[in-house]
Nanobody
Framework: QVQPVESGGGLVQPGGSLRVSCAAS????????VSWFRQAPGKEREFVAGMRWSSGATSFAESVKGRFTLSKDTAKNTMYLHMQSLKPEDTAVYYCATGRPITSERSNARSYYYWGQGTQVTVSS
């Protein structure tokens, strides 16, 4: 079992930057895909970005490409979502999830087994 734990959300002005973290409890992320999803009030949960932990291969939603990046610290079993040029529409609760989806299903929330509690990101002036 790999339970992700998020941290690092907060309030940031439009155009600003923020980093959120996803740390693994239990056995670490080896063999898993680790992804970020977000859910804004009244909207469905949507895929943001993900990484196959072992290979480091990443994927991003079109809405965040060029603005968001992923990195990992294998010694700390932690993945980071670096968010730049933030927009008000990026406001949401951000969730980290782990699973073993096939490539075509990596943006499907139902492909993930374990979810964190979420961290709020608010982009507002």
């Amino acid at each position: 079992q790999v339970q992700p734990v998020e941290s690092g959300g907060g309030l940031v002005q439009p155009g600003g930057s923020l980093r959120v973290s996803c740390a693994a409890s239990g056995n670490g992320f080896n063999g898993y895909t680790v992804s970020w999803f977000r859910q804004a009030p009244g909207k469905e949960r949507e895929f943001v970005a993900g990484m196959r932990w072992s290979s480091g291969a990443t994927s991003f939603a079109e809405s965040v490409k060029g603005r968001f990046t992923l990195s990992k610290d294998t010694a700390k079993n932690t993945m980071y979502l670096h968010m730049q040029s933030l927009k008000p529409e990026d406001t949401a609760v951000y969730y980290c999830a782990t699973g073993r989806p096939i490539t075509s299903e990596r943006s499907n929330a139902r492909s993930y087994y374990y979810w964190g509690q979420g961290t709020q990101v608010t982009v507002s002036s």
